[in-house]
């Protein structure tokens, strides 16, 4: 895609993968053919013709499949743009390989196109703002959710498995995570390791198709914060952008993975999910192939047949440019799935999506904008302290486990009683100081949730008074009591936890 030009419609690209070792030594062979390397056409079973934005045969490497698809897409991020980036496909067909998600921390020429638009994201970002103070100052969040049997997870949470749990809501922005993390990130390399320590989450497992097949769908999120000095005195605008980056899982067939137990009960959800996507792909292309007399409303589109498509609401048509990769395989005894792919990918070309910028918001002269960045980073230094504690505390159990192991031999149960009371104390320390920090960040984060949505319902009623489509709006003494009531409570929950005695407080008075 142009880097000037902005799509209203779904793109496409179909990536074709190589046959494995496997498929060779079986025998099987080639059944998709693209009679022109250089035109974005391919024939399926030597009579099924299909055209698309791109094709990319076995042989063409990561870097240009980046290159020609993704980057352009990706840098409409920093123009205020919403950008959606599904990978599409059977199991085994190549999905995660090319968005990435699976990534080592080490940039390779097999790297997926994940950590190379974090590349170029950072690389802009980074750039020295200009001394006429026209340029734009950037901060840069990121978080990491899967769906897995239907059920939404935080992969960036520290929490256990269960804890990590998340429900869906919608307001007037559209469908929403409430709780899930979002992570101050400053450069790509740290942007790397929190994308790998959520992929190290993720629910995968071996099926005959697959031995590393995931069992989940998941969107990366990277969020860009951009400031800019307006043309009044003193005035800044703020705009929010959101990239998302989709692996979905793969569809299957349960006679060719042979699942059975949990794999074939995750293969069901999948399919269940993959069916409902299919259905808003079909509606949506209806609704966009409708004639201009008939509104696109008479085609009933169901996003709530799964979450899978909730979430994806706003990627197939809402405010978003979408580019869709469509993996598939080339060979022969995975002909039916392959068609059925290169389908639903034909039909996505025809989905309208309503791409447009983020209005720059007018920032609040009150300083609850302030408010609300200081509170979000406040959260992400406290997750990050939090880590380290935690690591802190599993260092020096190591010494005590290893000690009470020598002094069970040596029969030296006096010193290890004493070492295990110092430890014990010391790690009473660390867990209330763990604790306090989570209920710091806790607090914040209500404070926050309760916070935001006035601060943006303020700067969208001046944005619209700006362009003169304002109504009814809250007055700023109504604003301003409603801001300055949550952060008297934050400071006063805040305070009460600093005023709690600690464990050395508790062992002082006893």
């Not at 409303?297 to 994806?312: G, P």
Request: with cysteine; hydrophobic share 35%; net charge positive.
């Amino acid at each position: 895609m142009h880097s000037g030009s902005v799509p209203d419609t779904v793109q496409v690209a179909v990536r074709i993968r190589p046959l494995s070792t496997q498929e060779l030594a079986d025998g099987h062979h080639n059944v998709i053919v693209q009679p022109n390397p250089a035109e974005p056409r391919l024939i399926a079973r030597g009579a099924e013709e299909f055209s698309f934005t791109e094709v990319y045969g076995p042989t063409v490497p990561q870097a240009e499949v980046y290159d020609r698809s993704v980057r352009g897409v990706v840098l409409k991020l920093l123009q205020g743009f919403n950008v959606s980036i599904l990978a599409y496909g059977q199991t085994g067909s190549g999905k995660t390989y090319t968005i990435g998600t699976s990534f080592d921390g080490r940039l390779t020429n097999q790297s997926g196109i994940l950590p190379r638009a974090l590349l170029d994201i950072f690389d802009a970002v980074n750039v020295p703002p200009g001394g006429d103070g026209s340029s734009a100052s950037y901060r840069v969040f990121c978080s990491f959710m899967e769906l897995y049997q239907e059920h939404v997870y935080d992969l960036l949470s520290h929490r256990n498995r269960y804890e990590r749990l998340l429900g869906i809501r919608e307001d007037t922005e559209g469908v929403i995570v409430p709780g899930l993390t979002e992570l101050a990130v400053t450069s790509a390399e740290e942007t790397f390791r929190w994308l790998m320590h959520g992929a190290n989450s993720r629910a995968t497992a071996p099926t005959r198709m697959n031995k590393e097949s995931n069992r989940s769908h998941t969107i990366f999120t990277v969020i860009i914060r951009s400031r800019r000095k307006a043309n009044t005195a003193n005035a800044e605008h703020v705009r929010i952008s959101k990239l998302h980056f989709v692996d979905l899982a793969g569809s299957e067939r349960a006679k060719k993975s042979r699942a059975s137990g949990d794999r074939l009960r995750e293969s069901i959800q999948i399919n269940k999910g993959l069916l409902a996507l299919g259905n808003v792909i079909s509606a949506l292309a209806s609704s966009s192939g409708t004639s201009p007399t008939k509104s696109a409303r008479t085609t009933f589109v169901s996003y709530r047949d799964s979450k899978l498509t909730r979430l994806l609401q706003n990627s197939l048509g809402g405010n978003s440019i979408t580019l869709m990769l469509a993996c598939v395989s080339p060979a022969d005894y995975n002909i039916e799935e392959t068609i059925s792919t290169l389908r639903y990918a034909d039909r996505a070309l025809s989905i309208r999506n309503k791409p447009v910028r983020t209005p720059p918001a007018p920032m609040s002269q009150s300083g609850s904008m302030a408010e609300v960045e200081r509170l979000s980073k406040t959260v992400s230094e406290l997750r990050t302290e939090n880590d380290q504690l935690r690591r802190r505390i599993a260092a020096e159990l190591k010494p005590a486990i290893e000690a009470g192991l020598a002094g069970g031999k040596n029969g030296t149960s006096r010193h290890l009683a004493v070492q295990n009371r110092l430890l014990h104390g010391q790690l009473q320390s660390s867990i209330e100081e763990s604790t306090r920090n989570e209920l710091r960040a806790s607090i914040a984060e209500n404070a926050l949730g309760r916070l935001e949505p006035l601060v943006l319902q303020e700067l969208c009623t001046e944005y619209d008074a700006l362009t003169g489509t304002a109504t009814s709006p809250l007055s700023a003494d109504e604003l301003r009591s409603k801001c300055e009531e949550i952060l008297l409570r934050y400071r006063t929950e805040y305070e009460a936890l600093r005023q709690r005695p600690t464990a050395q407080h508790r062992t002082t008075l006893d």
